[in-house]
């Protein structure tokens, strides 16, 4: 069996602040599919449970939103209807958004339908001074309608992953060009609203990306290398924060995409799906960290706008317990670096690569397309349980007290060691999937913490391959590829059916809990009473 895990703390020491930072930002696939019914339930759900803050998506500018039209004589058309109901639905909601500016309007295009199912336009506008106009015409808009004080608590994204040319059709410099002429364009109607970029996609450990675009030449040495003795880095961002230095232009945060992951290619334009090592975003947070404390922009907010296991939406891991277990551990062990790490995304009603062809499809969500939740979603949840100081840390656990009532509350993880990668990518089947889950040994762990109230009363929940796992359930029912109202119903039971128990304090006041853990699980230890 594998060494214990050992947790120590007393609830009365004075311990030190922890900030959600997981919660802050979560994804989500496009603007218009937030129109949806069952989208805006799925968001309402995570933020009930979860207590995400801001939600994230591409596409607000897309043709489908409606927002910018020309006349035959090239007269710009405003048009704010769709962005508004779905602004409104946000912060009835109780959620802000992470507004990201793009992609460009089919009328400001320089190309379009450049990527995805719904055919973004991944290309610089043509003109930047009607782009500016948007941009400024939107905020003036949202000062309007939601009134400055909101606004402000908003941040303003200068588009997405434009270092690969499926989102941006344009070199590094013509996104310097588009971020400057956006950061001044949000500006204009206020100097506190918050602005910031570069936006990129996953580190790279080589040169693929030093240049106006991308060489896919210099992908090749990576092809067999070993991926742990690499020098990964951030994509643009020195060059970018040494623009807006350059040209005194705001930064008011750093975003780009710690995917800890890399597509790279051969000399046939043959991709390799590399999967990196388990701390490798811990790791690469805190390297952002000391480059943005570094730079000319020490004060910037660092703001990591998209992760998750993969950045495929077809990856069968995203659906399991390992998934939810890895998210813990890559959280927790990168406390103190970010301001931001959002999950992407909250819900399979994404469209990028079309609909799913299934209930467990693979997809980014933590909500199903039918609602139901995958262990990503208690993830979060057990999470969203912590406390707000924070009393105790390990390897592989946290222990936490909500100064509001003094009650603590302790999350431990098992991430077996067998298991070196990140939770390895499935693709094509869940055979991966499948071996992964099966990997491991049990593990002990003892938590004890004392300077409780004698006859408080602690919940213990568990999440295992056994415990909350629907993809087990749906494959008991036979897979079905459209379940029945009945099946969902069940699969959605099942989903949520952690194993629960309470303990009572003794008169000493100390919690002793001592149990042994399943490969890929979470035990949430609350304090309720």
Same mark, same amino acid.
């Given at each position: 069996?594998?060494?214990?895990?050992?947790?120590?703390?007393?609830?009365?020491?004075?311990?030190? $602040?922890?900030? *959600?930072?997981?919660?802050?930002?979560?994804?989500?696939?496009?603007?218009?599919?937030?129109?949806?019914?069952?989208?805006?339930?799925?968001?309402?759900?995570?933020?009930?449970?979860?207590?995400?803050?801001?939600?994230?998506?591409?596409?607000?500018? *897309?043709?489908?939103?409606?927002?910018?039209?020309?006349? +035959?004589?090239?007269?710009? /058309?405003?048009?704010?209807?769709?962005?508004?109901?779905? =602004?409104?639905?946000?912060?009835?909601?109780?959620?802000?958004?992470?507004?990201?500016?793009?992609?460009?309007?089919?009328?400001?295009?320089?190309?379009?339908?450049?990527?995805?199912?719904?055919?973004?336009?991944?290309?610089?506008?043509?003109?930047?001074?009607?782009?500016?106009?948007?941009?400024?015409?939107?905020?003036?808009?949202?000062?309007?309608?939601?009134?400055? !004080?909101?606004?402000?608590?908003?941040? =303003?994204?200068?588009?997405?992953?434009?270092?690969?040319?499926?989102?941006?059709?344009?070199?590094?410099?013509?996104?310097? !060009?588009?971020?400057?002429?956006?950061?001044?364009? /949000?500006?204009?109607?206020?100097?506190?609203?918050?602005?910031?970029?570069?936006?990129?996609?996953?580190?790279?450990?080589?040169?693929?990306?030093?240049?106006?675009?991308?060489?896919?030449?210099?992908?090749?040495?990576?092809?067999?290398?070993?991926?742990?003795?690499?020098?990964?880095? $951030?994509?643009?961002?020195?060059?970018?924060?040494? =623009?807006?230095?350059? +040209?005194?232009?705001?930064?008011?945060?750093?975003?780009?995409?710690?995917?800890?992951?890399?597509?790279?290619?051969?000399?046939?334009?043959?991709?390799?799906?590399?999967?990196?090592?388990?701390?490798?975003?811990?790791?690469?947070?805190?390297?952002?960290?000391?480059?943005?404390?570094?730079? !000319?922009? $020490?004060?910037?907010?660092?703001?990591?706008?998209?992760?998750? @296991?993969?950045?495929?939406?077809?990856?069968?891991?995203?659906?399991?317990?390992?998934?939810?277990?890895?998210?813990?551990?890559?959280?927790?062990?990168?406390?103190?670096?970010?301001? @931001?790490?959002?999950?992407?995304?909250?819900?399979?009603?994404?469209?990028?690569?079309?609909?799913?062809?299934?209930?467990?499809?693979?997809? =980014?969500?933590?909500?199903?397309?039918?609602?139901?939740?995958?262990?990503?979603?208690?993830?979060?949840?057990?999470?969203?349980?912590?406390?707000?100081?924070?009393?105790?840390?390990?390897?592989?656990?946290?222990?936490?007290?909500?100064?509001?009532?003094?009650?603590?509350?302790?999350?431990?993880? *098992?991430?077996?060691?067998?298991?070196?990668?990140?939770?390895? !990518?499935?693709?094509?089947?869940?055979?991966?999937?499948?071996?992964?889950?099966?990997?491991?040994?049990?593990?002990?762990?003892?938590?004890?913490?004392?300077?409780?109230?004698?006859?408080?009363?602690?919940?213990?929940?568990?999440?295992?391959?056994?415990?909350?796992?629907?993809?087990?359930?749906?494959?008991?029912?036979?897979?079905?590829?459209?379940?029945?109202?009945?099946?969902?119903?069940?699969?959605?039971?099942?989903?949520?059916?952690?194993?629960?128990?309470?303990?009572?304090?003794?008169?000493?006041?100390?919690?002793?809990?001592?149990?042994?853990?399943?490969?890929?699980?979470?035990?949430?230890?609350?304090?309720?009473?």
């Amino acid at each position: 069996m594998a060494e214990p895990i050992t947790l120590h703390a007393s609830a009365t020491e004075a311990g030190r $602040p922890l900030t *959600h930072f997981w919660s802050t930002v979560v994804g989500a696939g496009r603007a218009n599919e937030g129109l949806r019914a069952d989208w805006q339930r799925h968001l309402a759900e995570v933020r009930a449970e979860c207590g995400f803050e801001y939600v994230r998506f591409h596409g607000l500018l *897309h043709d489908d939103m409606f927002v910018y039209t020309e006349r +035959e004589d090239g007269t710009p /058309v405003l048009n704010f209807q769709y962005v508004d109901a779905l =602004f409104d639905a946000l912060l009835d909601a109780g959620v802000r958004p992470f507004v990201e500016l793009g992609f460009s309007p089919r009328a400001l295009a320089r190309e379009t339908e450049t990527v995805f199912w719904w055919g973004a336009h991944g290309a610089p506008p043509v003109d930047l001074d009607r782009w500016s106009f948007l941009v400024r015409s939107l905020v003036e808009h949202w000062v309007a309608r939601y009134g400055l !004080a909101e606004v402000r608590e908003w941040y =303003f994204e200068v588009w997405n992953e434009a270092n690969l040319r499926g989102f941006f059709r344009g070199t590094r410099s013509e996104y310097l !060009a588009l971020y400057a002429a956006s950061a001044r364009a /949000v500006k204009a109607v206020d100097e506190r609203l918050r602005v910031g970029g570069p936006a990129t996609s996953n580190f790279v450990p080589d040169a693929r990306f030093d240049g106006e675009t991308e060489d896919f030449q210099v992908h090749e040495a990576t092809l067999g290398a070993d991926l742990d003795s690499l020098d990964w880095k $951030p994509v643009w961002l020195e060059a970018f924060l040494d =623009f807006c230095e350059r +040209e005194h232009l705001p930064v008011d945060f750093v975003s780009t995409h710690p995917y800890p992951t890399d597509w790279a290619l051969d000399e046939h334009g043959q991709g390799a799906r590399l999967t990196r090592e388990v701390d490798a975003t811990p790791k690469d947070l805190a390297l952002l960290r000391r480059l943005v404390d570094a730079s !000319a922009f $020490p004060d910037a907010e660092i703001h990591l706008t998209e992760w998750n @296991s993969s950045s495929s939406p077809r990856d069968f891991t995203h659906d399991t317990v390992p998934a939810a277990v890895y998210v813990v551990r890559s959280v927790l062990r990168s406390i103190g670096t970010v301001d @931001s790490l959002a999950y992407w995304t909250f819900t399979d009603v994404f469209e990028e690569g079309g609909a799913g062809d299934e209930m467990f499809h693979g997809g =980014f969500g933590m909500i199903t397309l039918q609602g139901v939740p995958k262990p990503t979603f208690h993830a979060y949840r057990m999470l969203h349980a912590l406390g707000d100081t924070l009393l105790a840390t390990a390897d592989d656990g946290v222990v936490t007290r909500h100064d509001a009532t003094g009650r603590v509350t302790a999350l431990v993880h *098992h991430y077996p060691a067998e298991v070196t990668r990140s939770v390895p !990518a499935s693709f094509d089947d869940r055979t991966v999937a499948d071996e992964t889950e099966a990997a491991g040994s049990p593990r002990d762990v003892a938590l004890v913490v004392e300077g409780l109230a004698p006859g408080a009363v602690v919940e213990l929940e568990t999440l295992d391959p056994e415990h909350a796992n629907p993809v087990a359930a749906w494959r008991a029912m036979g897979a079905p590829s459209s379940p029945t109202r009945e099946q969902t119903a069940l699969l959605d039971a099942a989903a949520r059916d952690t194993r629960r128990e309470s303990v009572v304090v003794p008169a000493d006041g100390v919690l002793r809990v001592e149990r042994t853990l399943a490969p890929w699980s979470l035990l949430l230890a609350r304090q309720v009473a």
